[in-house]
């Protein structure tokens, strides 16, 4: 049974340009949770998505960030017009279930560099 | 604001002794609690997991004591090996309020041989 499937594992962007981060949830899993992590820190969550709906994005900041988590395909975390500031690992999670105990499991993340 | 935190950033330990990793929590309304491992490069994995109506729960030469009183979380790793060298986050969750899991800053293990 593969794990939660991130790509790319790095990603290189210039100032403006836009960075698209997918991930594919484990499967049987229909609760994705996007998160970012600087470096030395603790992850940040940003987004939480079941298929078709966007559950709870309170830590989405407000422009250039959206995510979706359509019908068919995986999870898409876009940032358009990114910033040094943006550079990170995200890292996507899955779970089964979203409101209940149960652990998230996460990917393997993509580092984002914008030079 | 409520947030989850690390005492000590750091750990160092003897190949083959035990290993403990606190962590302090604020939202007393928290009520599951996870243990993550990270190794550079790599995604949070998934350690132990421990309910607030519990105080302790055991896994492979892990174990996790919960003291709801001082709202503190901890990790035992026994017989600690190479390994084991990792950072490794608590998150808490109150799934009655929030959809996500709050993680700490992380402290680095480092296991000597």
């Known amino acids: 049974n593969a794990g939660v499937m991130q790509n790319p594992r790095h990603l290189v962007r210039r100032r403006g340009q836009e960075a698209r981060l997918r991930c594919s949830p484990m499967?049987?899993?229909?609760?994705v949770y996007w998160y970012r992590q600087l470096p030395e820190e603790g992850l940040k969550f940003m987004v939480y998505?079941?298929?078709?709906?966007?559950?709870?994005e309170s830590g989405m900041p407000k422009e250039r960030f959206s995510a979706e988590f359509p019908k068919e395909g995986p999870s898409i975390l876009r940032i358009q017009q990114v910033v040094r500031g943006d550079s990170a690992a995200y890292f996507c999670?899955?779970?089964?279930?979203?409101?209940?105990?149960?652990?998230?499991?996460f990917g393997n993340g993509t580092r984002l560099t914008v030079t | 604001g409520e947030s989850v935190g690390l005492h000590l950033p750091t750990l160092s330990v003897q190949e083959g002794d035990n290993s403990i990793i606190n962590c302090a929590y604020s939202n007393s309304a928290s009520d599951y609690f996870i243990w993550y491992k990270q190794e550079s490069g790599k995604g949070p994995q998934f350690i132990i997991d421990i309910r607030s109506n519990m105080d302790k729960r055991q896994g492979q030469r892990v174990t996790v004591l919960l003291n709801k009183t001082v709202k503190h979380l901890s990790l035992q790793i026994a017989a600690t090996q190479p390994g084991d060298s990792a950072v490794y986050f608590c998150a808490e969750n109150n799934w009655g309020s929030a959809r996500q899991l709050t993680f700490g800053s992380g402290t680095q293990l480092t296991v000597l041989p």
């Open positions: 499967k049987g899993h229909s609760h």
């Open positions: 998505l079941q298929k078709e709906n966007i559950i709870d």
């Open positions: 999670a899955s779970s089964p279930r979203g409101h209940t105990n149960s652990p998230l499991h």
